[in-house]
């Protein structure tokens, strides 16, 4: 089993930045890919990014393109999610996901964490 703990979330203004950092218990083959969703109230779970263990690949949802950076240290099984330029839209709780596929569909993620909430205020 797998463990993820997320971190850094919290209350921003429109316009200010925010880092979530996700840790890992352990490495395996099963967390190569990791990525975060995020879910607003009464909405679906949403892809955000996601990026993968061996090369770093990266890939973003277009809501958050140019915004958000998705970033990885294996060393530390950790990724983190760097987000600048924030609009009150991007208010939603963040959950850091972990799995063996680089999709963006959350019925591919195995390992979820328990979500950090972040708010952006106009």
């Known amino acids: 089993q797998v463990q993820l703990v997320e971190s850094g979330g919290g209350l921003v203004q429109a316009g200010g930045s925010l880092r979530l950092s996700c840790a890992a218990s352990?490495?395996?083959?099963?967390?190569?890919?990791m990525g975060w969703f995020r879910q607003a109230p009464g909405k679906e779970r949403e892809f955000v990014a996601r990026i993968t263990g061996s090369r770093g690949y990266t890939y973003y949802a277009d809501s958050v393109k140019g915004r958000f950076t998705i970033s990885r240290d294996n060393a530390k099984n950790t990724v983190y999610l760097q987000m600048n330029s924030l609009k009150p839209e991007d208010t939603a709780v963040y959950y850091c996901?972990?799995?063996?596929?680089?999709?963006?569909?959350?019925?591919?993620?195995?390992?979820w964490g328990q979500g950090t909430q972040v708010t952006v205020s106009s």
């Open positions: 352990r490495r395996t083959i099963g967390t190569d890919v």
């Open positions: 996901a972990a799995g063996g596929r680089a999709t963006v569909y959350a019925y591919d993620y195995d390992y």
